[in-house]
């Protein structure tokens, strides 16, 4: 088990802050405010509650373990269940970052700070519109959430094996729902789009 000190801890948790900014299905849900007024807040929280679970874990960790922490927090907190799988995605990109910064290898996180864009993250407007005229731009914008990779950008330092830029099929429901299809379903569910 690697040894933390102050720094390893400090880069994980920016390595996981960074993966984070860049996953869709968070970033929507934190600017929708899904999870209520304090979405935001949330966020930061699953930031140190995934931290502790690498950290602080007796024994092997395994990856299913934190794909099911993170699909529980954004069920239990910000009321999305996802079937799109990007959470699998997410935690597969936390494992490497846990690895690697616990013998002290910070590239990984270096390379995602340098490509952060200020301005990428989920789309700024809502997807929930309110009015009858707004329908049509509902419709394009769920169109250009489903082409669009469940991480904004692959940071440089991700190997070739990992297949991340999937791109999630979606249809409008006839309700208004989106329904999000998923490579593996462990849940039902449906978001109102």
Avoid at 3 to 27: H, P, V
Avoid at 86 to 111: P, Q, T
Wanted: proline letters at 2%.
């Amino acid at each position: 088990m690697a040894r933390w000190n102050d720094e390893r801890l400090g880069m994980l948790a920016e390595g996981i802050r960074l993966c984070f900014s860049r996953w869709t299905a968070l970033q929507l849900a934190v600017e929708n405010e899904w999870g209520g007024r304090n979405s935001v807040q949330k966020s930061q929280q699953l930031v140190e509650d995934v931290v502790s679970f690498l950290t602080q874990t007796k024994g092997t960790l395994y990856i299913d373990d934190l794909e099911a922490l993170l699909e529980d927090a954004m069920s239990e907190s910000f009321n999305t269940d996802l079937e799109d799988g990007s959470h699998e995605e997410v935690a597969e990109i936390v494992m490497f970052l846990n690895e690697e910064c616990g013998v002290g290898n910070f590239e990984r996180v270096k390379s995602m700070a340098l490509s952060a864009n200020p301005s990428s993250g989920a789309q700024k407007k809502s997807i929930c519109k309110d009015t009858e005229e707004s329908h049509d731009d509902e419709s394009e914008e769920v169109a250009e959430l489903s082409s669009t990779s469940n991480l904004e950008k692959e940071p440089a330092s991700i190997p070739e094996t990992m297949d991340i830029d999937k791109s999630n099929e979606t249809e409008a429901a006839e309700d208004d729902w989106t329904v999000v299809q998923s490579r593996r379903s462990r849940r039902g569910g449906k978001r109102p789009a």
